[in-house]
């Protein structure tokens, strides 16, 4: 009798423990499309990563698009980022095509794999999705095929439907973003009353002090973007904005 309670606490333990370890703090800054480098904005590069991980850097931002061949790779988008950061015409392009295009600035292009590839040696970043199209499928493509990684995912969700699915595939930690519906402010506070996510990310111009208010009601962490202007970020964090999608400032300037 005594073995059996002794094993049932035991139990009981190891899954609080591990419920805690997948709860994951939000940190201030994210690099926004994984942070500027030689001036240049989201170019989600190799050199980008490395770059802003020095600057301070623990949560970075990822665009991710799909090829035409079904494979996720960090772009932002096949028509304004392929012209700005490949020279290239607006096209959906196959993996292949996609790594034998040269980039700006000799910088490096990545799918998701080389991502993949990076994030094991660096233990302590975190990857906030940022996938344009067919979300839940890329999210179940990361989740599929890297479930060992899944905690270190922090998927951006658009739309209210998404947060069961996300939640059905294992990911604890999830941040609703409103840059794709644009919900109303009193909708937004119901559904969060009722779901429990890891942040609120919000364009910098929502975060007026009555919507802050009723988030701050809720304990929800409030992420704004894309803030690069360090006199705006300090007028946001007088109202109780928590953090802040950059391309530009970094840790390293607080």
Same mark, same amino acid.
């Given at each position: 009798?005594?073995?059996?309670?002794?094993?049932?606490?035991?139990?009981?333990?190891?899954?609080?423990?591990?419920?805690?370890?997948?709860?994951?703090?939000?940190?201030?800054?994210?690099?926004?499309?994984?942070?500027?480098?030689?001036?240049?904005?989201?170019?989600?590069?190799?050199?980008?990563?490395?770059?802003?991980?020095?600057?301070?850097?623990?949560?970075?931002?990822?665009?991710?698009?799909?090829?035409?061949?079904?494979?996720?790779?960090?772009?932002?988008?096949?028509?304004?980022?392929?012209?700005?950061?490949?020279?290239?015409?607006?096209?959906?392009?196959?993996?292949?095509?996609?790594?034998?295009?040269?980039?700006?600035?000799?910088?490096?292009?990545?799918?998701?794999?080389?991502?993949?590839?990076?994030?094991?040696?660096?233990?302590?970043?975190?990857?906030? /999705?940022?996938?344009?199209?067919?979300?839940?499928?890329?999210?179940?493509?990361?989740?599929?095929?890297?479930?060992?990684?899944?905690?270190?995912?922090?998927?951006?969700?658009?739309?209210?439907?998404?947060?069961?699915?996300?939640?059905?595939?294992?990911?604890?930690?999830?941040?609703? /973003?409103?840059?794709?519906?644009?919900?109303?402010?009193?909708?937004?506070?119901?559904?969060?009353?009722?779901?429990?996510?890891?942040?609120?990310?919000?364009?910098?111009?929502?975060?007026?002090?009555?919507?802050?208010?009723?988030? &701050?009601?809720?304990?929800?962490?409030?992420?704004?973007?894309?803030?690069?202007?360090?006199?705006?970020?300090?007028?946001?964090? &007088?109202?109780?904005?928590?953090?802040?999608?950059?391309?530009?400032?970094?840790?390293?300037? /607080?």
């Amino acid at each position: 009798m005594l073995k059996s309670l002794i094993n049932s606490w035991l139990a009981v333990l190891i899954l609080c423990s591990f419920s805690f370890a997948e709860e994951i703090k939000m940190q201030e800054f994210v690099a926004h499309g994984g942070g500027a480098i030689n001036n240049i904005a989201q170019t989600n590069s190799l050199e980008a990563l490395n770059y802003n991980y020095k600057r301070g850097f623990r949560f970075f931002e990822i665009d991710f698009e799909w090829t035409s061949d079904k494979e996720l790779v960090l772009i932002h988008d096949w028509k304004e980022c392929l012209k700005r950061l490949f020279n290239a015409e607006p096209e959906v392009c196959s993996l292949e095509k996609f790594k034998g295009l040269k980039m700006v600035s000799g910088l490096t292009q990545m799918a998701l794999k080389d991502m993949i590839k990076w994030m094991a040696s660096y233990p302590d970043i975190y990857i906030i /999705t940022d996938i344009k199209s067919d979300n839940i499928k890329g999210l179940n493509k990361i989740a599929d095929e890297y479930p060992d990684l899944k905690n270190r995912f922090i998927p951006q969700i658009y739309r209210y439907e998404e947060y069961e699915k996300a939640k059905g595939m294992g990911f604890h930690n999830i941040i609703l /973003t409103l840059y794709v519906m644009n919900y109303a402010d009193n909708e937004t506070v119901a559904f969060l009353e009722r779901h429990k996510v890891s942040a609120l990310t919000i364009w910098h111009y929502r975060a007026n002090q009555d919507f802050v208010d009723k988030l &701050k009601k809720l304990n929800i962490f409030i992420y704004v973007h894309t803030v690069n202007d360090v006199k705006l970020k300090d007028i946001l964090k &007088k109202i109780k904005v928590n953090g802040f999608y950059t391309d530009y400032i970094s840790p390293e300037d /607080t």
